[in-house]
Each structure stands twice: as C-alpha cells, then as structure tokens.
Nanobody, 115 residues
Framework: QMQLVESGGRLVQTGGSLRLSCAASGRAFSASTMRWFRQRPGKQREFVALIASDGTTELVGEVQGRFTISRDNAKNTVGLQMSRLKPDDTAVYFC?????????WGQGTQVTVSS
C-alpha cells in the first residue's frame, strides 16, 4: 500500500501562485510515476501533470508554462508549483501514484482562485 497526503490548497487571487505538496508513505516511491489530477466543480477528474521515475515530466496543455511538477525522492514528496492562476484552475487537486503494485490516490486538496 502507498498512502498519499496532499497539502497546500487554499484560496488565492487570480494571477497568484501556490505550491501543492503530496507526501507519500509506502514502498518504492522513487520507482513510481507520480501524477496530479484535478476535479473542477461539476466536472470529471482530469489529468494535470506527471513526473516519471527518471524525472521526465508531462503537463496538460492548458497548464504548460504556468505549472511545474517536481519530486524529491529523499523526502518521498511530489510538488506542483502553480503560477498565474486563473479562476478556471479552481478544483480539488489529487495526487496519484502509479507503482509496481497498484495505483493509489490521496484525498485531495482544494484550490480556489478568486476573480
């Protein structure tokens, strides 16, 4: 099992920045692909970003240039640095781990961007 706990979500103004963090406990974090998803009000959960075990990153088009994903294998954490936030970024952000023994989700952290 891997447990994931997200933190860092809060109310922020349009144009502001925020850093989300996901702390993982469990086996083989460094070998896992870590992903961030979000669920906007009334919408399906959607992919935002991933970072592979080798550090390769991928971000969905609408956040490219504004969001950065990173990981610290020594601390078993993955971060999502968000800048130039827009009201449309308002969502619950979830951390996901793709491990050799399954896929695991955190409970999410709420990000609200006021206009």
């Amino acid at each position: 099992q891997m447990q994931l706990v997200e933190s860092g979500g809060r109310l922020v103004q349009t144009g502001g920045s925020l850093r989300l963090s996901c702390a993982a406990s469990g086996r083989a974090f460094s070998a896992s692909t870590m992903r961030w998803f979000r669920q906007r009000p009334g919408k399906q959960r959607e992919f935002v970003a991933l970072i592979a075990s080798d550090g390769t990153t991928e971000l969905v088009g609408e956040v490219q240039g504004r969001f950065t994903i990173s990981r610290d294998n020594a601390k078993n954490t993955v971060g999502l640095q968000m800048s130039r936030l827009k009201p449309d970024d308002t969502a619950v952000y979830f951390c996901n781990a793709l491990t050799t023994y399954g896929s695991f989700w955190g409970q999410g952290t709420q990000v609200t961007v006021s206009s």
